[in-house]
């Protein structure tokens, strides 16, 4: 690490020295402007102010920077070299001498001797140095741009109570030297002196009221590159709110599940399954089965968004099935479900009309009749308004007039609801949880090519009175109906869903486990002889005990015949991992490694040997190291065998860990062996396994820096790195696992997990 190495420079000056050997005056600085002389900064020395920084790609030092003089640090702008270490810390001070002057900006401040910044601390951590010390650092952020910052402290002890000290702050005042790292970070680095404890200015966005609204439209970080939400961070906001329930609404998947599922019942949050879909008329399908003569004149697909709520059990396996019908049958650009689809798997099903995307509002854009939106809308369960301010782009694109038309939208669609007496929702169209986080979203759709990625409306979670406050223009008592009572009764009509259901659910092949027993005990016999040597008995005899009561004979039994079918076919087959400590797998012929210990046996007359004082020797090593041997009985020469690995690290000190056979197939071979699990298990029982790729920290990074590059704003290393965590996990992509199988036992179907 190269903190340590700050501490190793003794002659680093000004750098270290200047800021922990003492030298300061707490009055601001003033950092000459460009074109700006020295002389001319002197005369107003006491005024605090800030250089626009030069773009600084990262790291390369500067070429040259534009240093200030303050007073007290020698005079002619030459920093101290030597003073002496310790600082006494005043009283209400975390950390040295009282700060007195004006706090700067951080965006475009350069190499100072002190300056007073003021914001909140990140990514907090501590080294300990080779000489004894140790090493706090992180980076302050305000409102401009983030610098990473250090403070020695004179032992780790001093070290590890600070940083338990910082972390408990939610804002500070620090003042400190700021120069550029030309040896590691190769960017601005903020030496700490004074640290204090502010109060925070920011205030906490909460709800307490016992009738909290329910959300039903919401995006996770598995609607492709759109939204920002983690399950859990919501779940916790959820909690903490009081909201009964929160719908997950992601775009045309349900990947968000499962660990929905976990962290509602962990923290105890109602979760409302669902998804927006993309709703295309029966038309559209059949045109797509035409052939196309000109593309440029064949007819754009019009698709809608729409809300598919799972109300039971029976909802969420038609809702299933919808998703799969999507993909695999009508995917064009998007996954599409056909109206007619939909119908078909209605039962179980609650469906909302969406955002401005959706069918209705379209509709009312497009100036449809009273009569035509009575009909669209009959078609949904619940009808959905928004704040109207989501909707600005439709102005801004000469969609619609002006503002007052947006609102005249939201009021159409609830004289609708009330013409049909089907309830209307008022949502938010969730994309991030907090305001703050909105300009992750706009680095996501910069990075997407989107040019109005900065005009992207606030699609927060609201609080309820937030969200009543943004339908002014309703009386009162609507504003109520829309927001938390129909909101609320369409929770209360959905029962509690578990998409994964509990437990394991094996494949199922009749007489696995007898032929598995069976193999197990023949090929053990034929090894060693009849009756089995006691080691080889109860090892064994426990062994298949786990195994079979667990119910994870079958699977053992599935790899054998596949490893068996690649090795009759001319192709051979590597186990790796935990299993090499399973006896029952080397029996089944699925490894070929011998977890028991290190022995000796003889092919030809079964003479074993595990308890000589030389075999004993051996014990914890591998038996292939131990000198060859001639068998006492036969004359033949003797097998070495034994690993000496305990069963427990494949099925756990239980024997009822789940067992991970993995198996390396030739790439030529691989998907025979697919296709051969379908011979096993017989057509529509076997499924490929998923994957999801998600933003990584690099790439988001690159999303970042991309972003500001383009509004011509320096940020930095720091900053990027704090801004693009933001975007990490996203749902980038999907695909296929290579070599994972999905099998589906007996008596179930795919949508039943």
């Known amino acids: 690490d190269h903190e340590d190495d700050y501490a190793e420079f003794d002659d680093f000056a000004p750098f270290v ?82 700060i007195e002057g004006v706090a700067s900006k951080i965006m475009g401040t350069l190499d100072t001797p002190s300056v007073i910044f003021e914001g909140v601390l990140v990514g907090l951590d501590k080294r300990d140095t080779k000489t004894g010390k140790s090493i706090v650092n992180g980076s302050i952020v305000d409102d401009t741009n983030s610098i990473k910052f250090i403070k020695f402290t004179n032992s780790p002890e001093e070290g590890d109570a600070l940083l338990k000290q910082l972390k408990g702050l939610e804002r500070v005042r620090v003042q400190g030297s700021v120069n550029f790292d030309d040896r590691f970070d190769k960017d601005y680095i903020l030496s700490i002196r004074s640290i204090e404890a502010l109060e925070t200015t920011s205030v906490e966005r909460t709800e307490n009221r016992p009738d909290s609204r329910v959300e039903l439209h919401l995006h996770t970080k598995m609607s492709d590159k759109d939204a920002l939400v983690s399950v859990k961070d919501l779940f916790k906001t959820i909690k903490k709110w009081g909201h009964p329930a929160v719908a997950i609404t992601d775009h045309g998947v349900v990947q968000a599940f499962p660990e929905a599922q976990a962290l509602g019942k962990e923290l105890g949050v109602k979760v409302i399954y669902g998804v927006e879909g993309y709703l295309i008329d029966d038309e559209i399908v059949a045109r797509d089965e035409e052939p196309v003569v000109d593309k440029k004149k064949k007819e754009k697909d019009k698709r809608y968004h729409i809300i598919l709520l799972a109300k039971n059990m029976v909802g969420l396996r038609n809702l299933y099935k919808m998703i799969s019908i999507s993909h695999l049958e009508h995917y064009k650009v998007r996954p599409r479900l056909p109206r007619s689809v939909i119908e078909e798997h209605r039962e179980g099903i609650i469906i909302g009309s969406a955002c401005e995307a959706g069918e209705l509002m379209q509709s009312i854009v497009r100036g449809a009749t009273k009569e035509e939106l009575l009909e669209v809308a009959s078609f949904y369960d619940y009808l959905e308004v928004q704040p109207h301010t989501n909707n600005m782009f439709l102005v801004r694109n000469g969609l619609m007039p002006d503002e007052q038309a947006l609102i005249d939208m939201n009021k159409t669609v609830i004289e609708l609801g009330e013409a049909l007496n089907k309830p209307v929702c008022a949502t938010c169209d969730v994309h991030y949880l ?239 062996a697919h296709a051969y699990t379908e011979v096993i298990f017989g057509k529509g029982k076997t499924f490929r396994a998923g994957t999801v790729g998600t933003l990584a920290d690099k790439t988001a990074y690159g999303y970042a820096m991309h972003y500001y590059e383009e509004h011509e704003q320096h940020k930095r290393s720091c900053e990027l790195d704090r801004i693009s965590s933001g975007c990490v996990g996203v749902r980038r992509t999907t695909g296929q696992h290579p070599g994972g199988i999905i099998v589906v036992p007996h008596g179930e179907e795919i949508y039943s997990f």
């Open 434 to 672: 907090t305001p703050e986080e909105k300009i992750y979203r706009e680095i996501m759709l910069t990075a997407c090519g989107y040019p109005d990625a900065d005009e992207q409306p606030d699609l927060h979670l609201r609080t309820t009175d937030e969200m009543l406050a943004s339908f002014p223009y309703l009386s009162e008592e609507k504003a109520y109906e829309v927001v938390v009572t129909n909101t609320r009764a369409i929770n209360d009509s959905i029962e509690d869903i578990k998409p994964v259901p509990d437990g394991t659910y094996s494949p199922k092949i009749e007489g696995a486990d007898e032929a598995f027993t069976e193999m197990c005990y023949r090929n053990a016999k034929a090894i060693y002889g009849d009756p089995l040597p006691r080691v080889v008995q109860e090892r064994l005899d426990y062994e298949l005990d786990c195994i079979i009561s667990n119910g994870y004979g079958v699977l053992y039994y599935i790899a054998h015949k596949l490893v068996k079918k690649s090795l009759d076919d001319g192709y051979l087959v590597g186990s790796r991992g935990s299993v090499g400590s399973s006896f029952a797998a080397t029996m089944s012929e699925i490894t070929e490694v011998n977890p028991l210990s290190p022995h000796y046996y003889c092919k030809k007359c079964h003479y074993s040997d595990f308890d000589s004082e030389e075999v004993k020797a051996y014990s914890g090593r591998a038996g292939c190291d131990m000198p060859d041997k001639i068998c006492p009985v036969c004359g033949k020469p003797l097998i070495k065998e034994g690993f000496d690995i305990p069963f427990e690290t494949f099925l756990g000190f239980k024997g009822n860990k789940e067992p991970d056979i993995d198996l390396n197939f030739s790439g030529d071979y691989q998907s025979k």
């Open 17 to 98: 020295e200047a800021v922990e050997l003492g030298y300061f005056n707490n009055s601001p600085v003033f950092v000459s402007r460009p074109h700006q002389t020295v002389a001319a900064s002197s005369v107003n020395d006491t005024v605090a102010s800030v250089s626009s920084a030069p773009k600084i790609s990262k790291g390369f030092a500067p070429k040259s920077t534009t240093k200030s003089t303050a007073k007290g640090s020698d005079g002619d702008g030459k920093y101290p070299r030597r003073a002496p270490k310790d600082v006494p810390t005043d009283e209400g001070m975390i950390v040295g001498p009282k």
